[in-house]
């Protein structure tokens, strides 16, 4: 079984400041890691994904994850803020037996700040 | 590329009642699954249809069915509805016959409420 866990619900950033969000999976089989964003009634956008090769993995926006196998972690950056980048932001694992079925975190909503 | 449409955008639906959900794949898409998502939580995996057929499951009743058209489009069906069915439902396709990891598409979703 799969599972996917977002630390922090919300989260406030200064504008130009770092922005990260942690994600942590368990998976039994290796897994494919995906960040999405959702924009206020809007449906959900990719900003990257990791299936196999290097680790980190750039995305739209400015945004990058590194997966950390053995840290079961696949947290997601960017160096500087813009407003732009309040949405609310999900975490979601797949698996090669999966067909493509996507297990979401919670979310983390980002409030950027002037 | 129009992407996945879904329709209708809105919807209000009485406690007891049926409703019929729309989803079009993006082009060249093969595969849709069905998500919900109940206000402040992450989207959660209704079913995934595949050649006409529903090829997973999640953790829902039968009061929730599905179905795949030729043309790959999609409908999702809930029967008598309660209060907590009210959600965004989303429609996602992918190409599983491609690379495996392939992008998922989402629609904009149906806002469901039930009263």
């Known amino acids: 079984a799969q599972s996917v866990t977002q630390l922090g619900s919300h989260v406030s950033v200064s504008e130009g400041a770092l922005v990260l969000l942690r994600c942590n999976y368990s998976?039994?089989?290796?897994?494919?890691l995906f960040w999405y964003v959702q924009y206020p009634n809007q449906g959900l956008q990719l900003l990257l994904k990791?299936?196999?090769?290097?680790?980190l993995v750039k995305g739209i926006n400015g945004f990058e994850a590194e997966f950390k196998k053995s840290e079961t972690s696949f947290h997601l950056t960017k160096p500087s803020a813009h407003m732009s980048d309040a949405a609310e932001y999900f975490c979601?694992?797949?698996?090669?037996?999966?067909?493509?079925?996507?297990?979401f975190g919670a979310g983390t909503q980002v409030v950027v700040t002037p | 590329d129009a992407g996945v449409t879904q329709s209708p955008t809105h919807l209000i639906k009485t406690r007891g009642q049926q409703v019929t959900l729309r989803c079009s794949p993006k082009?060249?898409?093969?595969?849709v699954s069905w998500y919900q998502q109940a206000l402040g939580q992450g989207p959660q995996f209704i079913f995934q249809?595949?050649?006409?057929?529903?090829?997973q499951r999640g953790n829902f009743p039968d009061r929730f069915s599905g179905h795949q058209f030729p043309n790959y489009s999609s409908e999702l069906n809930v029967n008598a509805l309660l209060l907590g069915d009210s959600a965004l439902y989303l429609c996602?396709?992918?190409?599983?016959?491609?690379?495996?990891?392939?992008?998922?598409?989402f629609g904009q979703g149906t806002r469901l409420t039930v009263v």
């Open positions: 996602a396709s992918s190409l599983v016959s491609g690379a495996m990891g392939t992008e998922a598409f």
């Open positions: 998976s039994s089989v290796p897994p494919y």
């Open positions: 990791y299936t196999t090769g290097a680790t």
């Open positions: 979601a694992v797949s698996d090669s037996d999966s067909w493509g079925k996507l297990q």
């Open positions: 082009s060249g898409h093969d595969t």
């Open positions: 249809y595949y050649e006409e057929e529903e090829r």
